[in-house]
């Protein structure tokens, strides 16, 4: 493998990513699997970075799921990612970031379109202003919040309290990094790195001290499509491609697997759970738990120092608690399941196969 | 283990890795001219079982060297072995002698 | 021949073998040739190349025959135009090494430049270590060491890399890739009996005289299997092995397979240093950047210029034999050019 015929390929996509001032989209799942990771966002932009994201309590989904699953045709996401323009256009933000990886597509699409067709647009303005009696104009510059992570990757070096090094045998972590699809292969020239070898993630943790894992299955989708996991009979569909990536990442070893899409951090992870439970595998170099997975967010804030169950690390399905001795962070144990205040939280039931705690 | 009413599919691709040659590379020895194939289709297409059965001359070389052996050998069980296909075959190959030898070989 | 030939130039820039053939052929009728070759060497990318199909002549006896005899062909090598002027009659061309021509007529044997594999991202070149290109095979070949080259026991070669592919701006075929990909699929193996050879191809063009008895011999004498597909992605395993994915369209299945080399089939694309000429003259060209001659069927050599002419792969892809016809055809079509207008 030849890392500068990669640099290459980076130097070739590459954007322009505004230090400061945005306007902030959540995503619709990732707030209610991880939530955290949409809190540590901010909380790391706004309070260690000290910048401006502003996020307005009126903004709504894009419809993104709605008009992936067939359910609601374009120009219904159009008016609705219209409206949340016209809330930026309101609190004086030009520069837009959204949470979720399908919503950036979604986005990059919808402005391509109307890019190359204006009478497009001119119909979502009249669209908006019916529904709703708003105006908008379009923002100067999108961007995914795990651009805006590699943006920062060397402020949050800076204040790595964990880097991902293994403190036992002083060795970066193992990392596997998995790009959503809608993130470059829609529009590999709006990423950072490009679609074949994404930048975004391996930038951010080689900053970090980790080492990326280029396994054959890299690039290929998690298997998450919401046509496969929204309608049962297809969901064999969608668990046999993340079976296939497991299957190929193996050999690795890795320790942690990062992403920068909610759908692919959920699957990835639930994913495990039904694989150990129907074949009793479990992956990862600790017998039964599995390989953790979590978001760019989760992290950063991890390496920063953010205590895991503050991050909601206990939301996701494979037990981070290896990842985190590896890490040497330190944290509570007993405090898993508890909440804000000491609130019991209940203990989930243990599956067979692959351990929770 | 757990039902969920949907689980892990199988791949259907074709893998080489997992294609042991030694079968192939015996009937290579005892019929070079399997090699010539072209995947032209003249034998299917005149094959009087077209249509009706699963026979296809063509696709039994291609998945016998691609290590797909019981996919291959359920076509030729509806050879009639009319010889039709040794008349067409712009390669010359000795059809009728080849299909017999794949059932030798591959009993 | 006609004395009075003598007092006429003629510039041919490119020293490939269309330029090194036309100039020889040119000089033959009397005129004063002045070849000029941007590279230390005559030869082009004929220089570079072992062997050629479809019979594997080695292609240094074949340039070795082109150059013995140059006559009284002025060829420089090492040298670049660096100006041109339309006169009222003929140009004015202006070198790199100081000297200046009168042309009364100018042949462009600007030929291709190989195809950038490494634009080709999803195949690596440039990235993963046994993933090398036809170019660098014939190096090979010609007893360059190649480094990714280690007893590989897997092969595949994957044909149209560059070619046949809108997304990279070529849609056209390169026409000479199959049957290299093919010779260079039975030189391995040669090299290396006990390694399986495959060649990914989506149509197999061979078009040539000796071209199916190449092929028909590939898969005969050399066992070489032919899978009717296009590589889609390759990726490196654990151990450096080069995991590659195709459909193999015959029969309807995706297919995986495990390389240890794997050889990309760099087609033929515009020669982007002939663009400064191509602005200066104000020449037209094709669509993908290949010169646009008069007319494709009875005026192939002719530019809409006068007095300037085309040889060789500078209009399109071209084999060996296609670019000597077509040098020994410009020097035909000078000739009747200049005796019209004298």
């Known amino acids: ?357 | ?107 | 021949m006609e004395p009075k030939n003598q007092q006429k130039n003629i510039v041919v820039i490119g020293g490939g073998p269309a330029g090194i053939e036309a100039s020889r052929t040119l000089d033959s009728l009397g005129y004063t040739v002045f070849l000029i070759e941007k590279e230390d060497r005559l030869g082009g990318h004929l220089a570079r190349w072992d062997r050629l199909f479809p019979y594997g002549t080695p292609a240094g006896d074949v340039l070795g025959q082109m150059t013995a005899s140059m006559g009284r062909v002025k060829w420089f090598t090492g040298t670049e135009v660096t100006q041109l002027n339309r006169l009222e009659r003929g140009y004015n061309i202006i070198l790199s090494n100081g000297m200046s021509v009168l042309a009364d007529a100018l042949l462009l044997t600007t030929g291709f430049s190989l195809f950038d594999a490494s634009r080709k991202e999803e195949y690596g070149y440039g990235i993963y270590d046994r993933v090398i290109t036809n170019a660098d095979l014939e190096d090979w070949f010609s007893g360059i060491p190649v480094p990714a080259i280690d007893s590989p026991r897997r092969i595949g070669f994957v044909h149209c890399v560059g070619s046949r592919d809108e997304k990279v701006g070529n849609r056209y075929c390169s026409k000479v890739c199959c049957a290299t990909a093919v010779k260079q699929a039975c030189e391995i193996k040669e090299k290396f009996p006990d390694a399986v050879v495959y060649c990914f191809y989506m149509d197999l063009r061979m078009f040539g005289r000796g071209y199916e008895d190449m092929y028909l011999e590939a898969q005969k004498k050399y066992g070489i299997i032919f899978v009717r597909g296009r590589v889609s992605e390759v990726s490196e395993d654990k151990d450096g092995h080069l995991f590659v994915k195709a459909e193999d369209t015959l029969a309807g299945k995706p297919l995986r397979v495990t390389l240890d080399l794997l050889v990309l089939m760099a087609g033929m694309t515009r020669n982007t240093a002939v663009a400064p000429i191509v602005r200066a003259l104000e020449l037209s060209t094709m669509e993908d950047g290949f010169l646009k001659p008069k007319d494709s069927m009875t005026q192939a050599q002719s530019s809409y210029a006068a007095g300037i002419f085309y040889a060789g792969a500078c209009t399109g892809p071209k084999t060996i034999p296609d670019t000597v016809a077509e040098a020994k055809a410009a020097a035909m079509s000078i000739n009747e050019y200049l005796r019209d207008n004298d």
């Not at chain 1, 037990?319 to 944290?331: I, S």
């Open chain 2, 1 to 107: 283990m757990i039902d969920f009413g949907y689980g892990i599919s199988p791949s259907s691709a074709i893998n080489l890795e997992r294609f042991d040659r030694a079968r192939f590379d015996r009937l290579c020895a005892e019929e070079p001219d399997v090699l010539k194939c072209m995947a032209c289709g003249s034998c299917a297409a005149s094959c009087p079982t077209a249509g009706h059965g699963n026979m296809n001359l063509r696709k039994v070389i291609l998945l016998l060297g691609r290590g797909c052996d019981s996919d291959a050998l359920a076509m030729t069980r509806s050879c009639m072995l009319c010889g039709k296909c040794l008349l067409v075959c712009p390669r010359g190959i000795n059809t009728r002698h080849l299909i017999l030898s794949i059932n030798k070989i591959y009993k």
């Open chain 1, 1 to 357: 493998m030849n890392y500068e015929g990669k640099k290459k390929i980076w130097s070739e996509f590459q954007k322009e990513i505004p230090d400061d001032k945005y306007f902030y989209a959540r995503s619709c799942i990732r707030q209610n699997f991880n939530p955290g990771a949409e809190q540590a966002f901010l909380d790391i932009v706004r309070n260690r970075f000290g910048k401006d994201f502003y996020e307005d309590p009126l903004h709504t989904t894009c419809g993104g799921i709605a008009y992936h699953s067939d359910t609601t045709p374009e120009e219904t996401s159009m008016t609705i990612i219209a409206r949340q323009f016209s809330l930026m256009n309101q609190a004086g933000y030009r520069n837009f970031v959204v949470s979720c990886v399908t919503s950036f597509g979604l986005h990059s699409e919808i402005l391509q379109t109307w890019e190359e067709h204006p009478e497009i647009e001119e119909k979502i303005h009249e669209l908006l202003w019916k529904a709703c009696r708003r105006e908008f104009t379009k923002p100067d510059f999108l961007m995914h919040s795990s651009d805006m992570m590699y943006h920062y990757r060397f402020l949050i070096s800076e204040q790595a309290k964990y880097p991902l090094i293994n403190v036992r045998t002083g060795e970066p972590l193992k990392v596997v990094e998995h790009i959503g699809c809608h993130y470059s292969k829609i529009f590999p020239s709006k990423s950072v790195g490009g679609a074949e070898y994404p930048r975004v993630l391996a930038g951010l943790v080689e900053a970090l001290g980790g080492s990326v894992v280029d396994y054959p299955e890299r690039r290929h989708c998690c298997g998450f499509g919401f046509r496969q996991y929204l309608v049962k009979a297809n969901r064999g569909y969608s668990l046999t491609n993340t079976y296939k990536k497991f299957e190929s990442m193996e050999p690795f070893h890795p320790d942690l697997i990062i992403t920068n899409c909610p759908g692919c951090n959920y699957f990835l992870d639930r994913w495990q759970y039904v694989i150990a439970e129907t074949t009793g595998k479990t992956y990862g170099d600790t017998p039964g738990y599995g390989i953790p997975v979590l978001s760019s967010e989760e992290v950063a804030a991890l390496v920063m120092g953010y205590d895991p169950w503050d991050l909601g690390l206990q939301m996701h399905q494979v037990a981070v608690e290896p990842l985190l001795d590896k890490m040497g962070v330190q944290y509570d144990k007993s405090a898993k399941y508890k909440g804000p205040g000491g609130k019991d939280l209940g203990v989930p039931v243990s599956p067979a196969n692959i351990r929770i705690f």
